[in-house]
């Protein structure tokens, strides 16, 4: 099975909610990923959690915040969002052996309008 | 200069033809290459993964990979209006930070 979940689906929150998007896998990988698209571009990394420690931060701002609670679960807590943050949120996971990362595997994504 | 260059498309071709989808880069750290297949509005779904130079077949799909010329390939035989989606080129070295290429639209027509 190379199933990673997300929920929710869809998210409209307004610039001062606080929400959060999970995401989850039972593969028994240990690297763990969050990523934001916009249409018609690629993922761009956001995180990244290795052995459930942050890792990797590419530079987010700070109304997006990280946990990795477990091996299997990984959230992103949103608070005080801006209009430009609406975008695809995509969760990925993948195998890791000795610090090398393997290939990874994404989830459906969250759908998330910032209004 | 981009370190993973793709042609982002469109490529309109009929049904049964054979598709090839291309990304040149210029690390030559790269080891790891991934195709990925994104319907829209969906997540990417890996279809194709290879370690270093060669060739890697699945079904309809075979991936190519030339390190000596920094080219990877990936080759769709009878393409089905199935196929039709956003085909991503990603690759990596040893770190976890996967680079994308900007992915190349597919229409199959019936």
């Known amino acids: 099975d190379t199933e990673v979940t997300q929920t929710p689906k869809h998210l409209v929150m307004g610039m001062t909610n606080k929400k959060s998007l999970k995401c989850e896998q039972h593969?028994?990988?240990?690297?763990m990923y969050w990523y934001k698209q916009k249409a018609k571009k690629p993922p761009e990394l956001m995180f990244v959690?290795?052995?459930?420690?942050?890792?990797i931060n590419e530079s987010v701002p700070s109304r997006f915040s990280p946990e990795c609670p477990n091996s299997s679960l990984l959230n992103l807590h949103l608070h005080a969002l801006q209009p430009e943050d609406s975008a695809l949120y995509l969760c990925?996971?993948?195998?890791?052996?000795?610090?090398?990362?393997?290939?990874?595997?994404f989830g459906p994504g969250t759908r998330l309008t910032v209004t | 200069q981009k370190e993973v260059e793709q042609d982002p498309g469109p490529l309109s071709v009929p049904e049964g033809a054979i598709v090839s989808l291309n990304c040149t880069y210029s690390?030559?750290?790269?080891?790891?290459f991934m195709w990925y297949r994104q319907y829209s509005r969906k997540g990417p779904e890996l279809l194709m993964y290879?370690?270093?130079?060669g060739n890697k077949e699945d079904g309809r799909f075979t991936a190519q990979v030339d390190k000596s010329s920094k080219y990877i390939s990936l080759f769709i035989r009878d393409s089905q209006p199935s196929d039709s989606a956003t085909y991503l080129c990603?690759?990596?070295?040893?770190?976890?930070?996967?680079?994308f290429g900007q992915g190349t639209t597919l229409q199959v027509k019936p």
């Open positions: 990603a690759m990596k070295g040893n770190t976890g930070k996967l680079i």
């Open positions: 690390n030559s750290a790269f080891q790891y």
């Open positions: 593969m028994g990988h240990r690297a």
């Open positions: 990925a996971s993948s195998q890791l052996d000795l610090g090398v990362s393997y290939e990874q595997y």
């Open positions: 290879t370690y270093s130079s």
């Open positions: 959690y290795s052995y459930e420690k942050l890792s």
